[in-house]
C-alpha cells in the first residue's frame, strides 16, 4: 500500500533588514545595503577610503533616504572634514545647517587619559546621544576606532569597552559604520572588533606595475548573502562608485532587431542587414586600415536614430577624433551638442584594468547609452588573461542591458595572436580589416570572419575612405583572381573598351544588315512589279480570247440562220 507522508510547513523567516547606502554598485554587491540597525566595520590600510566610504554613506542617507545622521571624528576637525569631502561634490555645511547631519570632533589627547579601572566610554555616550537626538539620526559614523582607543593600553579594558560601543550602537537601533586601520596579520590593529561586528568590509589599495586600484571585499555579513569576491572602486569628483560584478551568467536576451552599420555596402555583406542590437562586434585590423573610421559610421548611424552612445577612447582625445571624422564627411560635434554622443577618453596607463572596469561601468549606468564603443581594446594594459576577463565583464555587462559593443583592436604587422583569437570568442560579430598588396601598393579589403546569427558574404571587398565616406567597392574577378586599386581601375579601361569595340562592331554589323535588307526590299519590290505587270497582260490576253470566242460563235450562229439551219 502505498503511503503519501506530508512534510510539515517550515515558516520564513522575514529577511533581514537593510539600509541602502547609495554608493554605485554597493548595494547588488550586500544584496540590498549594510544591516539596518547594526553597526559595521570598513577596515583598511591608510588612503584606501575608508572615511569617504563612510561619509558618502551617510550623506546618500541624509540625501536620498530622509534619514539624517551623524559623524564622530577622532581625527580631522568639522572644517577640515567638510573641505575634504568637498572633492567628491558633498556639501556637508549645507547638511549640517538644514540639520540633517551632525558633526563632533571628539579630542582624544593620550596624554589625558589615566588608565585606571574605571575607564569607559560614558563621556561619549553622551555626546552621541545628544547629537543623534538633536537631528533624528538614524545613521552614525564613527572615525577611527584607533584614535579612540589611543591611549588604552590594557587589553582586556580595550576589548570590554568595544564590545560595549558595539552593544551601545545596536540599542540605538542606528546604522552605523565604523572604521578602523588594518593590523599586521589580523583585520584590524585590535583583533576583536571584526569579530563583535554584524558586517564587515576589507578596502585595500594595490599597487600593480605602478598602477594603483582601490578594492573591497565583504569579509562578513551576519544574516544575509553577499558578494565573496574582490571588488575594484573609484572615488572621483562624481563620489564613490563599485563594480559590482566579477562573473556574469549568460543568462541575458537576444534580440532578434537589427541595426545598420552606418555603410550600405556592409549591411549588404551581413545577411540580415546590418548587426543584431545588444550583440558584440570586434572590427580588427593594423595600422591604417580605418577601424575608427568604421566605429565613427556606426556611432552616426546610432545618433540618427535618436539614441546614445557612450565612446571610451584610449589612444586618441576627443578632439583629435572629431577632427580625423571630418576627413570623411562624418561631423560627430552635433551628436555631441545634441547629448547623443558623450566621449571618455583616459590613457590606458591611467588606471588599472579594474579601474577601467570601474569607470566603464560607472559611466554606463550614468549615461545609459545604446550603444558603447571601445577604440581600440589592444590599447590596455595588463596580462593577455587579465585583459581578456576584463572584456569579459565589460561584454557581459553590455549585453546584460541589451547595449551594442562596438570595439576596435590593433593588430600587429605579424597578423593576429592567440590572444587576439582568444579574446574574438568573445565577439558575435567579427569584422577583419586586411591590407591587400599589388602591383605596388596597398589597398583596403573587408570581410566578415563571423556573424552568429545570419548568413553572410565570404568576400574580400575593397572598400575606400573618402570626403563621403567609407564607400564599399564592388568585387572584381579577373582572370588572375580579384583585382584590386589601379589593377582593378586598369581592368576596368580595358574591359570598357572592348565593350566599346564590341558596340561598334554591333553597330557596323546592324548597318550592313540594314543595307542589305533595303536591297532586298527593292528587289522583291522589282519583282512584285514585274509579277504585276505579266498578271495584267495574262489578264487582258484571257479577255482578248474570250472577246474573239464570243464572235465567232456569233458569227456561226449569223451563218447558221443564213442557210436555214439551227445554230448548234
Not at 549645507?94 to 540633517?100: H, N, P
Request: charged share 25%; hydrophobic share 40%; glycine share 10%.
Amino acid at each position: 500500500m502505498n503511503t503519501t507522508v506530508s512534510m510539515p510547513l517550515v515558516p520564513r523567516a522575514q529577511s533581514l533588514a537593510k539600509a541602502r547606502t547609495g554608493i554605485s554598485g554597493l548595494d547588488e554587491v550586500t544584496f540590498g545595503g549594510l544591516p539596518a540597525g547594526r553597526p559595521t566595520l570598513i577596515c583598511g590600510g591608510p588612503g584606501c577610503g575608508k572615511t569617504l566610504l563612510a561619509t558618502t554613506f551617510l550623506v546618500n542617507g541624509a540625501v536620498m533616504f530622509n534619514e539624517p545622521g551623524v559623524f564622530v571624528s577622532f581625527e580631522e576637525t568639522s572644517d577640515d572634514l567638510i573641505k575634504n569631502v568637498a572633492s567628491l561634490g558633498y556639501d556637508l555645511g549645507a547638511l549640517v545647517a538644514q540639520k540633517k547631519i551632525a558633526i563632533d570632533f571628539v579630542r582624544v589627547e593620550r596624554s589625558e587619559i589615566e588608565e585606571t579601572g574605571e575607564y569607559d566610554l560614558e563621556g561619549l555616550f553622551v555626546r552621541l546621544d545628544y547629537a543623534i537626538k538633536a537631528v533624528g539620526a538614524k545613521r552614525v559614523v564613527l572615525d577611527t576606532l584607533e584614535m579612540l582607543f589611543a591611549g588604552l593600553g590594557d587589553t582586556q579594558i580595550l576589548r570590554a569597552e568595544i564590545r560595549r560601543l558595539f552593544a551601545w550602537l545596536k540599542q540605538r537601533n542606528v546604522t552605523a559604520i565604523i572604521t578602523a586601520e588594518q593590523g599586521e596579520g589580523s583585520l584590524t590593529r585590535y583583533g576583536i572588533e571584526e569579530y563583535v561586528s554584524d558586517c564587515v568590509f576589507l578596502l585595500d589599495n594595490r599597487v600593480s606595475d605602478q598602477i594603483t586600484t582601490r578594492r573591497l571585499r565583504v569579509v562578513k555579513y551576519r544574516g544575509s548573502a553577499h558578494g565573496t569576491n574582490e571588488y575594484p572602486f573609484l572615488i572621483d569628483a562624481q563620489g564613490v562608485s563599485v563594480l559590482p560584478v566579477t562573473s556574469a551568467g549568460l543568462e541575458h536576451a537576444a534580440s532578434d532587431e537589427v541595426i545598420s552599420t552606418g555603410i550600405p555596402g556592409l549591411n549588404q555583406m551581413l545577411g540580415a542587414g546590418g548587426f543584431y542590437r545588444g550583440t558584440s562586434v570586434l572590427v580588427s585590423g593594423t595600422a591604417g586600415t580605418g577601424k575608427t573610421s568604421l566605429a565613427a559610421h556606426f556611432i552616426e548611424a546610432v545618433c540618427a536614430r535618436g539614441e546614445r552612445c557612450l565612446y571610451f577612447a584610449f589612444e586618441e582625445s576627443p578632439a583629435q577624433i572629431i577632427r580625423n571624422m571630418r576627413s570623411i564627411g562624418l561631423d560627430l560635434q552635433p551628436r555631441i551638442d545634441s547629448g547623443l554622443l558623450r566621449f571618455e577618453a583616459a590613457r590606458p596607463s591611467l588606471f588599472g584594468l579594474e579601474m577601467h572596469l570601474a569607470r566603464m561601468y560607472r559611466e554606463i549606468e550614468e549615461f545609459a547609452p545604446a550603444a558603447t564603443v571601445l577604440d581600440p581594446i589592444s590599447a590596455l594594459r595588463g596580462a593577455s588573461g587579465d585583459v581578456h576577463s576584463m572584456l569579459l565583464r565589460v561584454i557581459d555587462l553590455l549585453k546584460s542591458r541589451g547595449i551594442t559593443a562596438f570595439l576596435t583592436n590593433l593588430l600587429s604587422a605579424e597578423g593576429m595572436d592567440k590572444s587576439d583569437a582568444g579574446m574574438s570568442s568573445l565577439m558575435d560579430t567579427w569584422l577583419s580589416l586586411v591590407q591587400l598588396e599589388s602591383n605596388g601598393e596597398r589597398n583596403r579589403g573587408i570581410y566578415v570572419l563571423k556573424s552568429r546569427g545570419m548568413n553572410h558574404s565570404n568576400q574580400i571587398r575593397e572598400y575606400q575612405l573618402t570626403s563621403q565616406g567609407v564607400k564599399l567597392v564592388d568585387a572584381y574577378l579577373g582572370s588572375s583572381g580579384v583585382l584590386t586599386g589601379s589593377a582593378r581601375v586598369a581592368q576596368e579601361m580595358v574591359d570598357a573598351a572592348s565593350i566599346v569595340r564590341r558596340s561598334q562592331d554591333n553597330e557596323r554589323k546592324q548597318r550592313d544588315i540594314q543595307r542589305k535588307r533595303a536591297a532586298l526590299e527593292r528587289q522583291i519590290a522589282e519583282l512584285r512589279a514585274e509579277l504585276e505587270s505579266e498578271e495584267e497582260e495574262a489578264r487582258k490576253a484571257l479577255q482578248h480570247d474570250e472577246e474573239l470566242e464570243k464572235r465567232m460563235q456569233a458569227e456561226k450562229r449569223a451563218m447558221a440562220i443564213q442557210r436555214g439551219g439551227k445554230a448548234s
